[in-house]
Structure formats: C-alpha cells, structure tokens
C-alpha cells in the first residue's frame, strides 16, 4: 500500500511537468503564428515551424474556418485521441462532426471568438469512434495564418487527472484562486526561468499580457542593471545555497518605463529534492522607491518628506544608535520619540528576530554596506507583524559616514500566503490531519531528536478496514465519513504534541513523542482505547457502516537505530498480523 501512494503522487509530479511543457509548447505555437502575421517571420520560415509544431503537438489540435466553422486541418494527436480519420472530418463544420456532436460549448467557442481572442473549457465528453468518451479540456483561440483568420482548438486528454480523484485536486484549486485574487504580482517559472504562468496582477504591473510573458526567461523583464544579480541569486536557489531570497528590483515595463518591485523568490522541489518550479512574488513599489529617493538626493529637507511617507522609516547615527522615527513609525508601534531612541525601540522586535536583527546590523555597519533584513515588530495593538527593512547607509555632506536611514514594509499578507502554501502541500484535505508528505518531514525529525537524546517513541501504523467495501457498497461520502471518524478517534486518544498523519487511502500513522509508563502497558493502553472509541461509535443508533480499525505498534530504541522506512515497515507488518489474525476469527478459521 505504501508504494501504491508512492505511485500516485509520483504520477502527480509527472502530470504538473507536462502541463509545464505543454504550456510552453502551446504558447510558442501562438508565437509562431504571431510572428508571421506581424512578418517577423518569412512565409516559409513560419509555415515550416508551425506545421513542426503543429504535428508534434501531443495535444489535439482543430483548425476551422473563423468564418463558416468547417474543419481545415487537423493534427495526429486528435486523430488518435478520437480514433478517427481524417477524410471523417475535413471540410465538414465542427459541431456536427462525430467528436464534438455532444458538446454545446463548440458552437458557443466558435461564436465568442468573434469578439475575444481565447476562450477555455474544462471537463468536456469527447465521443469517441468506438462509442465511448473521454473527459478534455479545450483552449481555443482566434490566430491569422497567411493572411486568413482561423480558429485553434487545442483539446487535452484529462482522464488520467480524472482518475486521479478529486481529492488530489482540491488544494490545487484553492491555489488557483490565492494565485488569480493576489494583491501582489505572481509569476511561476520552472528551473530553467522560464515563465509558466502569471497573474492578472503581474500583467498590471509590468503592461504584458500573460501570452506575452508564457514561455520567455523572467530576465527578460528585468532591468539590466538588476538583471544578474537576480539570475545569481535564482542560481543559488536551485544549488540549494538559499531557501529563497528577496530583493528591491527593478523591471521594465512593455511601453519602457521602469517599475520597482519587491521580489520575493521560493522553490518548490519534489520529493527527491529535485526544482520543480519557482514563485516570483513581485510588490510594485514604485511610488515608495521613488519617494525615497527623491529623501535621499534632496538632503535639506529630507526629514519632513520621511516624515510624510506612509512606510515606516527609522535613522541611525555613526554608533548605530538609533535618533528619528518618522510618524509612520510612531502610528505604527503605538510608542513615543523619546521611547524608541537609541536601541530601546528593539524592545518592540519579536524575541526570536532580536539577535539575527542586530547581527545582521552590526556586520553591515562594519563595512558600511546595504541590508536587508526580515523580523517581527509589535504594533500598537499588542501584534506582532512581519516587516523587511531596507537600511543603505549615509554620508555628510563632506562625504564622512554618518549613519544609516531603514525603510520597512509590512509583508504580513506574503508571510500569510507561503504559510496558506506551505500547508496546503502538508495537510490532508479531507480530514485535516497531515498528509503522507508532511507526516514523514516531521517524523525524520524526531528520529533525528530521539538518536541525539536517547530518547524513544511508539509508533502506530493503522489501517480502516473494508473502505473500499464501504465505498462500493455505501457510495464514496460514507467512505469519507469512515475515515473523518478514524481521524477524529486518533485526536481524541493522543496528545497535540503527537505527531498524526494520514498516509493516503485507507492507512493512518501516529507517533507517541512521551513515554510516561511500561512500553507493552502503554502499547496496550493505546489499543484498549481505540476498541473503545470504536466500539462506543458502532454503538450509535442509525449508523450504515461498523467502523474497523486494524493496528500495529512499533518502539523505536535508540540504541539500535534504524532507517524512518524500515521503522515503518516493521510497524506496517505488525499490523497486517494483527489484521490477517482478525480475518481469521471472523471466518471462525483456528
């Protein structure tokens, strides 16, 4: 069971790569007939890298008339999606051929495109010739080919994703909605920087439209003074020399005009450590970059502008002692002047930020270098909010050190959403516990902590017997019910401090982290209370299902330390004894 999870997800990762490819492929298909329509391309030079593309495309593709809807072409991938010919379909309108004869939205597609340049449906029956259909999703749209205007359908085989199950999906698509509704531009590139996909607010910032952007190297927007500083930086990222990395950049817009923005750049990697892909997190701060600068060249009267600006500013002198806030600073900690100067506004940063703050201000100081740094300060309410400060240092007017000026920005909302990311990919949807993923991330860690301390733990592998029994017989949601009841029994036995997680299907893991009694008394203990529980639920009037749990439990001893998959294995063993001991009694087999 453990390797069929293993599968899944595996299939998951290989699935997210092709929409990867093919994005990028498809976007370049609407390059190539850009670019000959706008003659950046011979004739011959375009028609040969469109039909290239067009018949290696593994998606299928539909050419039709924009004018009468008969089909003018179509692509080998269609054919053999549909298990037609290609006699079957030319020349004949594509609403009333075999394929599309079931789906109404082929003839809205052909109608919209009159006034808009793409339109997209998902989940649509395909007929095929022998009767039955398949789930596709189709991207059409409006492309002018040698001078005539035609109609693209791109139509994408979608079973394997279907089959895959809903549940899959569901933190995929609250994604969608967090990546579209940012307040923040948002651009996901894969290791090689190129961009898959960006948000519409991306698109404000930088004046392209996401076709523009698909399939082109993120340094291509960036100005050129920033530009390999930030490829450095993207390089480190992939090495695994940084976790992610934030800068203040600058960007060139589609009409020349540069924008700065805030970048803040992750990387998501698979299960093996492998970049998958990357989020570039970019906050236009031109109006703040500008105000600021407009400070800083304009000396006397630099102070009554910070005073204005709406982002808090602090100044310190040579000896790093701190002698101006600006209001916005004071609006923001709820403190008087005469409280925050020299170090005594510290008192308002997190203790767990103090000392990484002060270090990276002292080291900076030292050799009269910019920083940036990222900590929690306390408002005036009593909250503590996520701020990057900016500090650049500053001169006299006879050019001598004379301290530092520190912008901050509140990054509270981004904090928020890589924390809203971070649990989508480590919690199971349906029952809210973690899932496979995050389960074995926090268990190698109190593996780790238990070889250091000497200190053991229990670990109970679990299966829920005749799920798939309930589910075939019962329908899915009583399933999903049996398996909500399983999670809850687990929280209402163990402590918050146990780690508890759902390994995928029908299988649940807990690791006891304190030991408080006899390992085989505790053992027992925890099995007596999961008949209980079960027994007191199976009790309850009007219920359709008996709820069975199978269990096995494993002491890990530090003295004799192991692998986290072989400790599983064991405890996984154990259960199936106990699982197989029970099948046995219920057949009234010795």
Not at 109 to 132: A, T
Not at 251 to 275: A, E, F, Q
Not at 356 to 375: C, G, N
Not at 502 to 527: C, K, M, N, P, W
Request: glycine share 6%; charged share 30%.
């Amino acid at each position: 069971k453990e390797g069929c999870v293993e599968n899944r997800e595996k299939t998951r990762e290989q699935l997210i790569a092709e929409v990867k490819t093919l994005r990028s492929r498809f976007a370049e298909l609407e390059r190539a007939a850009d670019n000959y329509a706008r003659g950046h391309t011979t004739p011959s030079e375009s028609g040969q890298r469109y039909r290239q593309l067009f018949e290696s495309f593994r998606d299928g593709i539909v050419l039709v008339e924009a004018g009468t809807g008969h089909i003018m072409d179509v692509n080998p991938s269609f054919l053999a999606m549909a298990g037609c010919t290609r006699d079957e379909l030319m020349g004949r309108k594509v609403w009333q051929t075999d394929p599309f004869r079931n789906i109404d939205a082929i003839q809205v597609i052909f109608k919209e495109l009159k006034n808009q340049d793409s339109i997209y449906y998902d989940d649509l029956p395909l007929d095929m010739k022998n009767g039955s259909h398949i789930p596709v999703e189709i991207m059409a749209s409006a492309l002018t080919i040698e001078g005539k205007k035609i109609l693209q359908y791109a139509v994408r085989d979608i079973s394997k994703r279907k089959a895959m199950g809903d549940e899959l999906w569901k933190p995929e698509s609250r994604f969608r909605v967090l990546f579209q509704k940012a307040a923040i531009g948002i651009a996901i590139v894969d290791a090689t920087g190129n961009i898959i996909e960006c948000n519409p607010e991306l698109e404000k910032m930088l004046g392209f439209n996401e076709k523009e952007m698909t399939g082109r190297n993120f340094a291509a927007f960036t100005h050129e003074d920033d530009r390999q500083s930030d490829i450095a930086r993207f390089e480190e990222l992939l090495t695994q020399k940084r976790d992610k990395y934030q800068m203040a950049i600058r960007c060139r817009r589609k009409d020349g005009t540069v924008v700065w923005g805030l970048l803040v750049v992750s990387i998501i990697r698979n299960s093996s450590g492998k970049p998958l892909y990357a989020f570039r997190q970019n906050e236009d701060i031109t109006d703040r970059k500008q105000a600021e600068e407009t400070v800083i060249k304009s000396r006397e009267f630099y102070l009554a502008l910070i005073d204005e600006l709406p982002n808090p500013i602090r100044r310190s002198d040579a000896d790093a002692q701190s002698d101006y806030f600006n209001k916005a600073w004071l609006e923001f900690t709820g403190r008087s002047i005469s409280q925050e100067l020299g170090d005594a506004w510290i008192e308002g940063v997190h203790t767990e930020d103090r000392d990484r703050l002060i270090k990276t201000q002292t080291d900076s100081f030292e050799h009269r270098a910019p920083y940036e740094v990222e900590y929690r300060l306390r408002n005036r309410r009593g909250e503590y909010r996520w701020m990057v400060e900016y500090g650049r240092p500053i001169k006299d007017i006879d050019g001598s050190f004379s301290g530092y000026i520190s912008s901050c920005y509140d990054v509270q909302d981004r904090k928020t959403f890589e924390e809203t990311l971070h649990s989508l990919s480590t919690t199971d949807d349906l029952t809210g516990l973690l899932n496979r993923r995050g389960f074995f991330s926090l268990a190698q860690q109190q593996l780790k902590m238990a070889n250091r301390t000497k200190i053991g733990f229990l670990l109970l592998y679990m299966d829920l017997d005749g799920l798939k029994k309930i589910n075939d017989t019962l329908g899915h949601p009583e399933g999903d019910q049996a398996l909500v009841e399983t999670a809850s029994i687990l929280r209402e036995i163990f402590r918050e401090s146990d780690i508890i997680g759902r390994l995928g299907g029908d299988e649940f893991a807990v690791l006891a982290l304190e030991r408080t009694r006899d390992v085989e008394e505790e053992e027992q203990a925890i099995l007596k209370r999961i008949q209980e529980s079960v027994e007191a639920r199976n009790a309850q009037p009007g219920r359709r299902f008996t709820l069975s749990l199978s269990a096995g439990i494993n002491t890990y001893d530090p003295e004799r330390p192991c692998s986290l998959d072989e400790f599983i294995s064991r405890a996984d063993s154990i259960m199936y004894k106990e699982k197989k001991s029970k099948y046995r009694t219920q057949k009234g087999e010795p």
